[in-house]
């Protein structure tokens, strides 16, 4: 629980980076130690392909399939690690525009949970974007490289 009284609620964004698993983890085990919960969201990019509406709808439809099975595998992690259930979420467009519209419509969230990318790409658009002072709430960005055993420890 927060100092407000509340049941602190951990965003993770799932997708199929690597750094991905290692904000889960950190996230799952937070709020089996604090008495929070998660919040998963998987974003389904609209595909940039818009010549035949068919085409689209079904280039969509993959999208957006893909998505859940993303969260489904990451719910059971969490319920894995933590025996918590996950609240899932998927959102139509990019995932930078997701996560600000989740935020802005669920006032619930209390922290979200990034790992920093660890290749030479830099720490990923998402940590670059709160890193860079678009932050709406509290950010815990995780190193990329932790193994299981560190994350569990700071968790």
Not at 37 to 53: E, H
Not at 104 to 126: F, M, N, R, W, Y
Request: with cysteine; proline share 5%.
């Amino acid at each position: 629980m927060s100092s407000a009284g509340r049941v602190r609620k951990f965003l993770v964004v799932i997708d199929k980076t690597p750094e991905c698993k290692v904000a889960l983890r950190y996230a799952a085990r937070r709020a089996q130690h604090t008495g929070g919960r998660v919040t998963l969201l998987a974003a389904a990019a609209p595909p940039d392909f818009q010549q035949w509406r068919g085409v689209e709808e079904i280039m969509e439809d993959e999208a957006h399939a893909e998505a859940e099975a993303l969260l489904h595998n990451a719910a059971k992690v969490v319920n894995e690690l933590a025996g918590i259930l996950p609240e899932l979420v998927i959102l139509q467009g990019r995932t930078v525009e997701c996560v600000g519209r989740l935020l802005k419509e669920d006032q619930d969230i209390s922290i979200l949970v990034l790992a920093a990318g660890t290749g030479k790409e830099g720490p990923g658009p998402l940590v670059a974007m709160f890193a860079g002072g678009l932050q709406a709430i509290p950010v815990t960005i995780v190193p990329g490289t932790l193994n299981e055993a560190a994350i569990d420890a700071i968790a």
